[in-house]
């Protein structure tokens, strides 16, 4: 006969082996992406590239605020032994975009974004912009307790400067201008990152990672992610994985 302690642990056993499935379904899935590598190639904004067709992959960016007629948008990684390779593409009907400086407010307008956090013993992560105008925004973010400002590289140039360039399709590269979407190239190089822990990467290495795209087209904004987050970008732990294969 099976006392009273036993018939309650027994229930318990039994609620946890019912309850886990369903919790561990629930939890936020971050996306794992693995990333191949390539010999060093020049960036010129319309990813033809060969080295992007030995990479056929295209990874979807998530629409937020819950459009359902977004336009599509996608981008793809390759690595090298100096840098990571980013190809982000936008379907787009208006090049929402004026700014003429780097470092402005690119947020504020068209723009792509890339958030790379190579190590997660440090809440510190690398923040990239650029618009559909070329102009670049690059900055390394310590985030403390929600509490995050970004810090702008020095000595950025030669071998710590980022390449990249953009291009409008089916239309002008112009403020204003009636087009069917853009696209930016870009390489980051991973002295630029240093001294970051856990940088550069070798094979199997994993990086937190995030991708984004914002658009003004409407007059409000809309917004896209790759990894789910919350209200803000910034929502550090949340952002996927990326696998440098």
């Known amino acids: ?51 992007w067709r030995a990479a056929p992959e295209w990874t979807t960016l998530n629409v937020r605020q819950g459009v359902t007629d977004a336009y599509a948008t996608r981008f793809k990684l390759l690595y090298s032994s100096k840098g990571l390779y980013v190809l982000l593409d936008a379907a787009d009907r208006k090049l929402t975009a004026s700014f003429q400086d780097d470092y ?6 068209d723009v792509f974004e890339v958030f790379l956090w190579p190590d997660e013993r440090d809440p510190i992560y690398f923040e990239y912009e650029i618009s559909p105008l070329g102009r670049e925004l690059a900055i390394l973010v310590p985030n403390l307790d929600g509490h995050f400002l970004g810090w702008r590289p020095w000595h950025y140039d030669t071998d710590r400067q980022i390449r990249k360039a953009a291009v409008a399709i089916g239309g002008a590269q112009q403020s204003g201008a009636t087009i069917e979407g853009w696209r930016a190239e870009l390489f980051i190089p991973f002295a630029l ?3 970051l822990r856990n940088v550069p990467p070798a094979k199997g290495t ?32 949340n952002f996927g994985t990326i696998v440098f294969d």
């Open 104 to 109: 402005a407010d690119l947020w504020t307008q």
């Open 193 to 195: 990152l240093r001294p």
């Open 206 to 237: 994993r990086w937190r990672a995030n991708f984004y795209r914002m658009d003004y087209d409407t007059g409000s904004v809309i917004q896209w992610d790759w990894s789910r987050v919350g209200q803000t970008f910034h929502d550090f732990t």
């Open 1 to 51: 006969m099976i006392g009273p302690c036993a018939r309650f642990a027994a229930l318990l056993l039994t609620a946890s082996l019912c309850l886990s499935p369903a919790m561990s379904t629930a939890q936020p899935q971050h996306p794992e992406l693995h990333v191949r590598s390539t010999e060093d190639f020049p960036v010129n904004g319309h990813g033809d590239h060969a080295a």
